[in-house]
């Protein structure tokens, strides 16, 4: 079974600032995938960035990245220079090899002048 | 490329009539899943296929609920006979198989039940 829990019911942040939204999660499986979706109001899900467990790099796209650290599983997203248009939900989810989404309760983010 | 296709994209039905989701996932994916987002509940997984077979259909709720995959282009959710607790946003998500495990969200159905 896999669980993400994600502590930051709301966070704000000031245009062009960077900004961490929390992951931690826990699994049994030894392999297994992490994934950020965002959620703007319109309501799609909007695929950012993914990290496999055993990649040796943090994943980057953009002004994404995931601040992956394996003992402590944790999975965090950075947004670097915020931009208006980033405010909305984001989700963090784990998934085994070839399986379904496991998601955390999600972040709103409100990015302010 | 398109993405992953949904409709209808709005449904208002009344309890007791059956209700059915059509997705298309995106041209030479392998995997289909479809899932509910409830603010009580939040995104759970309903159902999800390899190569249009089942794999884990635990999380859908009851008998009411049922769905098919007939082919590689194409899948229904359906809810017969629907209730006011099914009133939900329901996604479908197509993954291209192989390494690639990125799940593709299509736009959503928002159903209410009256």
């Known amino acids: 079974a896999q669980k993400i829990t994600q502590t930051q019911p709301g966070m704000f942040v000031q245009e062009k600032e960077a900004v961490t939204l929390d992951c931690t999660y826990d699994?049994?499986?030894?392999?297994?995938?992490l994934f950020w979706y965002k959620q703007p109001s319109s309501g799609e899900m909007i695929f950012l960035i993914y990290?496999?467990?055993?990649?040796?790099q943090n994943a980057t796209e953009g002004r994404y990245s995931l601040n992956f650290q394996k003992a402590r599983k944790s999975a965090n997203l950075v947004i670097s220079a915020s931009q208006l248009g980033d405010s909305a939900m984001y989700f963090c989810a784990i998934a085994p090899p070839a399986s379904k989404l496991t998601f955390g309760t999600g972040t709103r983010l409100q990015v302010t002048l | 490329d398109a993405g992953v296709i949904q409709s209808p994209r709005h449904e208002v039905t009344e309890m007791g009539q059956e209700v059915t989701l059509r997705c298309k996932p995106i041209s030479g994916h392998n995997s289909l899943f479809w899932y509910r987002q409830t603010m009580m509940r939040g995104l759970e997984l309903l159902i999800y296929?390899?190569?249009?077979?089942?794999?884990?259909d635990s999380g859908m709720p009851e008998d009411r609920f049922s769905a098919k995959m007939p082919n590689a282009s194409f899948s229904t959710l359906k809810i017969q006979p629907s209730e006011p607790r099914d009133s939900a946003v329901y996604f479908c998500a197509s993954r291209p198989g192989g390494f690639k495990e990125t799940q593709y969200f299509g736009p959503g159905t928002r159903l209410l039940v009256l």
């Open positions: 990290q496999g467990s055993y990649d040796q």
């Open positions: 699994t049994s499986d030894p392999s297994y995938g």
């Open positions: 296929f390899n190569n249009n077979v089942p794999i884990d």
